[in-house]
């Protein structure tokens, strides 16, 4: 391995790889207004040609008041009940949707209903039968439904994926991947992600440990088929779910085995490691964006790194939507991806409670 051969793999990390030469507008009805929403998707949604976010829709009057005199695209502020009613329908053509994880559903119904495409934050709901709810009904709208996973609109871990599926690596045989953060310092008065009904059946697999698990399933292509896992808590913030810290196996349809660590109580730490036949590649800290980015490539005994400065991933994602909204093409991660890694987060917990291996139902009903 040498280090033209580096070069060669890093020389697209900034790079799209699908056109964007589009013409025309996506104008988005942004659908919850939290911080996320307000401090990483309003701002780059403020100078990208191909959409704009136009409306706003909150259950409190104060957000969603605020946007409307803030930025001067959006122009129409809702209620969720208005959402849903279908007022203003005429001023957005897509929605986005960053609400607590088990009301996506309620959200994405309403706007397959008014005819609009959806982009719908991960995890896609707080149960596989709600997820799975979700694709049915925007199959019976005839409207597309995309997974916001913004690691996959990444130009560098676009770039990373030819590479290995190109064979950079030989076959691939294991992953290492890990993701934490102090959710109390973020939130010292609390937040959603640590209530079981609004998030879920735990905090710290559900919102940190679906990044290596669907970056893996990205980058190689793979199915999960079975897991295990442990996870406990002790801290009086995380009292209703099971989840302070948690690790966990995946075994994919091809037989590489990820092992990965997530904890909403732990240092401010993230990366994934690929190790093949021929080679491994590290890529630190991953996951979180706003980071200086290194990729560290081993092969033949040989390792070479390289930093980068990362793109903004939102703004990336909502490009990358636009444009093949515009082109009608079809846009990946489609919500059946989705379904897939919120079967194996329930699996995942079933393995901690049980302490058992349990296969993973990647096919799910869907929920009434």
Not at 93 to 103: F, H, I, S
Not at 235 to 263: H, K, M, N, W, Y
Not at 295 to 321: C, K, N
Request: glycine content about 8%.
């Amino acid at each position: 391995m040498t280090e033209y051969d580096l070069t060669t793999v890093t020389a697209a990390l900034s790079r799209r790889d699908w056109d964007d030469s589009t013409d025309g507008e996506v104008r988005f009805a942004l659908v919850g207004l939290g911080w996320w929403t307000r401090e990483y998707v309003l701002p780059v949604l403020t100078d990208l040609d191909a959409c704009a976010a136009t409306v706003a829709v909150s259950g409190t009057a104060s957000k969603r008041e605020s946007v409307v005199d803030d930025w001067d695209r959006v122009e129409t502020a809702l209620s969720y009940e208005e959402f849903h009613e279908g007022v203003a329908v005429d001023e957005y053509d897509a929605v986005y949707v960053c609400t607590p994880n088990a009301t996506h559903l309620d959200h994405a119904r309403a706007a397959a209903d008014h005819g609009k495409a959806v982009l719908c934050e991960k995890p896609m709901e707080a149960t596989p039968e709600r997820a799975a709810a979700m694709v049915d009904a925007c199959e019976r709208a005839d409207v597309p439904l995309i997974v916001a996973y913004r690691m996959q609109t990444d130009p560098a871990v676009r770039s990373l994926r030819t590479a290995v599926r190109d064979g950079l690596l030989g076959d691939p045989v294991h992953v290492h991947g890990h993701m934490s953060q102090r959710i109390g310092d973020i939130f010292p008065d609390g937040n959603w992600r640590l209530d079981p009904d609004l998030a879920g059946r735990g905090g710290s697999v559900t919102d940190l440990g679906i990044y290596p698990l669907n970056t893996t399933r990205f980058l190689l292509d793979v199915e999960p088929v079975s897991v295990r896992a442990t996870a406990s808590s002790d801290g009086e913030l995380f009292a209703e779910i099971p989840d302070e810290r948690a690790s966990f196996e995946v075994t994919f349809d091809d037989g590489t085995v990820a092992q990965c660590f997530a904890s909403q109580n732990a240092e401010f730490s993230a990366g994934l490691e690929i190790v093949g036949t021929q080679g491994s590649l590290r890529l630190a800290p991953g996951f979180f964006d706003a980071e200086t980015q290194r990729i560290t490539l081993t092969r033949d005994g040989e390792r070479h790194s390289v930093t980068y400065d990362p793109v903004d991933q939102m703004r990336e994602e909502f490009a990358y939507v636009a444009h093949h909204l515009l082109r009608g093409e079809p846009v990946d991660p489609t919500g059946a991806h989705g379904v897939v890694d919120v079967a194996t987060i329930d699996a995942i917990y079933d393995a901690a409670e049980s302490g058992e291996r349990v296969s993973v139902d990647t096919d799910p009903d869907p929920a009434e």
